[in-house]
């Protein structure tokens, strides 16, 4: 089913009509089996919210995961790895994601 992908790893996809970074949000279980996942945008427009958590240096410094941005995408829309975030960061994401869904 296309590229293999782990959740916590970055990726170029296509969402929507924009080439852009993103998340894969989905969880290991069902990953390989699903031609759909769920991702979160990677952006430069910061606005401090809490829904955004910072990037290490090593994969987008600068850059935050928006978890306002949630899609899901087909696998083949993921094209190229760029990096993988540390657990800590990871935790971050997750605690943002349950923020922005309000659950």
Not at 16 to 27: E, M
């Given at each position: 089913?296309?590229?293999?992908m ?28 699903r ?31 928006n ?33 922005a869904?309000?659950?």
């Amino acid at each position: 089913m296309g590229n293999r992908m782990n959740r916590g790893e970055v990726w170029w996809a296509q969402v929507g009509r924009k080439r852009r970074p993103v998340l894969v949000l989905t969880r290991p279980e069902v990953i390989d089996v699903r031609d759909l996942v769920t991702v979160a945008e990677i952006t430069t427009t910061v606005r401090g919210l809490a829904v955004e958590v910072p990037l290490p240096e090593s994969v987008a410094g600068g850059s935050v995961v928006n978890c306002d941005g949630l899609h899901t995408v087909r696998r083949s829309s993921l094209s190229d790895r760029l990096g993988e975030l540390d657990d800590r960061t990871m935790r971050a994401v997750c605690r943002a994601v349950t923020y922005a869904l309000g659950c």
